[in-house]
């Protein structure tokens, strides 16, 4: 192999490259130039390219996804940088996989919309119903129903309690059960509990709420969640290769991303008392599936988006109008409500934003949907820690970088990443 197609394979992602030839870790972005990059970016959105450079450098990011789409084709697909897999350090693809966290909330209330659609469940049933959930501890649990569970209107409210997904140790002693606990464990503190305010009088964002639709959509469906979300979902809207991920770096897929923190914590997958890395044990990707355990990459989810751009094999008009919904508490202050798994915002075009960011240890991801036609996603494999730069400011960026586009290409990449 010549030198010169050796060095065309490597920036195509193509050849794998011994780490330990190049260094064990992934090589730093010391400047926009020194950053490895695979994909297509046509020459009219040049800047989404600059800004999420720019982005990347100044957080010290070392992997990460872009892409960009409009009137349902895909227009722009990016790998940012390298991680280390066994021996090799591989680019990162456009379709390589990340942890999104809480953009599969979408995912999630899409799933349970299609049961109703399909006719096997109401939206307006209480949880206690559908799971045989007891509401001795608090008879407001009794009018917890599916559009409240969605709309984050239930009752929990992580700053006022706790976030139940993310406090193992405390539900472990709580319980006297070992590490690691499951969804039924969580379920039964939870519930033993009473609710911080009245189900549906206004709004607190409840990872346990999502959780609770996981279960539903197993029980009713007589499938695993992932199993329904990746048959009757996801692969309609032609999306095979997202799924659920998993807590430790040895289990990681070869076309996963290695995500980065700063801190560590007190493994929850074991009572041995361990300090691990935060994303690598830190929490338990188990217990997060329909709050925030999907694998996926940013094609993934522009074309994840398409699915509500008109009736189609997911939804029909009736079930994407519900996704859309305003909630009962109505709007906020700020002019915009929380839908089915989307923030929701009228637009200038007589139309709707909606969007949503993912963030746990080692992820961060912005999913959008904006007027005319125009989507787009980052993906990180890091977050904000500490006082680093403000990871919430791509949204911001690429909406400047939306602006700046003159003439859109008309060239579709879909069929090229799928």
């Known amino acids: 192999m010549t030198t ?83 021996r090799y350090l591989r680019l990162v693809q456009p379709t390589s996989l990340f942890r999104i966290a809480s953009l599969g909330k979408s995912i999630t209330a899409a799933a349970i919309a299609r049961l109703a659609q399909d006719g096997e469940l109401n939206l307006g049933t209480p949880v206690t ?8 501890a608090d008879p407001r649990l009794a009018d917890v129903t599916l559009w409240r569970l969605m709309q984050h209107t239930g009752g929990w409210d992580r700053d006022a309690s706790l976030d139940q997904l993310w406090a193992d140790h405390t539900i472990s002693a709580a319980l006297d059960a070992p590490l690691p606990i499951g969804h039924a464990e969580i379920m039964r503190y939870a519930t033993a509990r009473k609710l911080d305010f009245e189900p549906g009088s206004r709004h607190a964002y409840s990872n346990y709420g999502y959780m609770l639709l996981g279960r539903i959509i197993a029980k009713v469906s007589g499938m695993s969640y992932e199993s329904y979300v ?29 995500y980065e923190s700063r801190y560590t914590r007190k493994s929850v997958l074991a009572d041995d008392g361990a300090t691990v890395p935060y994303p690598y044990g830190g929490f338990n990707m188990a217990n997060q599936d329909a709050n925030g355990g999907w694998l996926g990459s940013a094609v993934d989810l522009v074309r994840w988006g398409f699915a509500f751009d008109r009736a189609g094999p997911v939804l029909n008009a009736t079930s994407i109008g519900r996704v859309f919904a305003k909630p009962e508490i109505g709007v906020g202050s700020g002019g915009s409500w929380y839908g089915l798994g989307w923030h929701v915002r009228e637009n200038n075009a007589g139309g709707l934003n ?65």
């Open 129 to 136: 119903e559908l799971l045989g959930l007891s509401a001795a």
């Open 354 to 418: 909606t969007w949503h960011t993912g963030s746990m240890p080692g992820t961060y991801g912005f999913l959008a949907r904006i007027q005319h036609g125009v989507s787009y996603c980052a993906l990180f494999n890091r977050r904000q820690e500490g006082d680093a730069p403000s990871f919430a400011a791509i949204d911001g960026i690429l909406g400047t970088a939306t602006g700046g586009v003159s003439s859109w290409p008309t060239t579709d990449l879909t069929s090229r990443y799928f």
């Open 230 to 258: 990746r048959q009757r979902v996801l692969g309609p809207a032609g999306i095979t290769r997202m799924l659920l991920g998993r807590s430790t770096a040895a289990q990681q897929y070869a076309a996963e991303v290695r």
């Open 4 to 86: 010169l197609s050796r060095r065309r394979l490597l920036q195509s992602g193509a050849l794998a490259v011994p780490a330990l030839a190049l260094g064990s870790a992934p090589a730093r972005a010391a400047g926009t130039a020194a950053l490895p990059v695979t994909g297509v970016v046509p020459k009219q959105l040049a800047g989404f390219d600059a800004a999420m450079k720019k982005f990347i450098a100044e957080r010290d990011i070392s992997c990460a996804q872009l892409a960009v789409a409009k009137n349902g084709k895909i227009l722009l697909a990016r790998g940012y940088g390298s991680y280390s897999y066994g």
